[in-house]
């Protein structure tokens, strides 16, 4: 497995960001070891629930080490978030007050729970299809879900759809274009996502006017 290279942070934010910066250079070494499969999997299913760090970044790595790997690492990432978004629908449906709660408190989302509840009277599993796909906190998604009472099997296939677009994307992009592309998606994934969503919905729209 390639050797995975990480910048410094800057003078300037080091004092706020090395604990951050410690657990991201955590998850990335795995990439080195010949335990980054099972690592990834691990990953995607605790990021899904709790962990701040996305896997996209050991995604990133492992396909940069191993090209004609890309379809296995991203579908091992699909699979693993999706699991552990069920363990944080669970989570929302039986431990809310006990685990749920306070999760999302430690990513403050206490004050959004309310906007989140309207949202899914409005759009119902858009709200997590846009979740799953897009940089907005998966896990706090994935536990109002269990939480609101939203259909399992909807949950789990928007779910799916979401996570499964965003992780064939990053590795898709990555096996054609190849190592230049990394530091590109790695600052700009959280504006291409959301370029992507604008794109998905357009789409939808003009089928919609069309028809």
């Known amino acids: 497995m390639t050797s995975v290279e990480t910048a410094p942070a800057s003078p300037k934010t080091s004092w706020w960001r ?47 080490g191993a090209p004609g790997r890309w379809w296995r690492f991203a579908a091992l990432c699909t699979a693993g978030s999706v699991i552990g978004g069920m363990a944080g629908f669970a989570i929302g449906a039986g431990l809310m007050e006990t685990v749920g709660w306070p999760i999302i408190r430690f990513y403050k989302g206490e004050d959004k729970f309310e906007d989140i509840r309207k949202l899914y009277a409005q759009y119902d599993y858009w709200v997590v299809l846009t979740a799953a796909f897009t940089p907005i906190p998966y896990k706090v998604f994935t536990i109002a879900s269990g939480a609101l009472g939203m259909n399992f099997v909807g949950f789990v296939g928007v779910s799916i759809v979401g996570r499964g677009a965003r992780f064939v994307l990053v590795a ?36 919609k006017w069309v028809s």
Request: hydrophobic share 60%; no cysteine.
């Open 18 to 64: 090395h604990p951050h910066r410690r657990l991201y250079d955590w998850v990335l070494h795995w990439a080195d070891t010949p335990h980054g499969a099972v690592a990834l999997f691990l990953l995607a299913f605790a990021e899904s629930s709790f962990f701040p760090i996305p896997p996209d970044v050991l995604l990133i790595a492992l396909v940069l």
């Open 172 to 207: 898709v992009l990555l096996r054609l274009f190849g190592r230049p592309l990394r530091a590109f998606i790695e600052r700009y994934f959280d504006l291409l996502s959301l370029l992507f969503l604008v794109l998905l919905v357009g789409g939808f729209l003009v089928v």
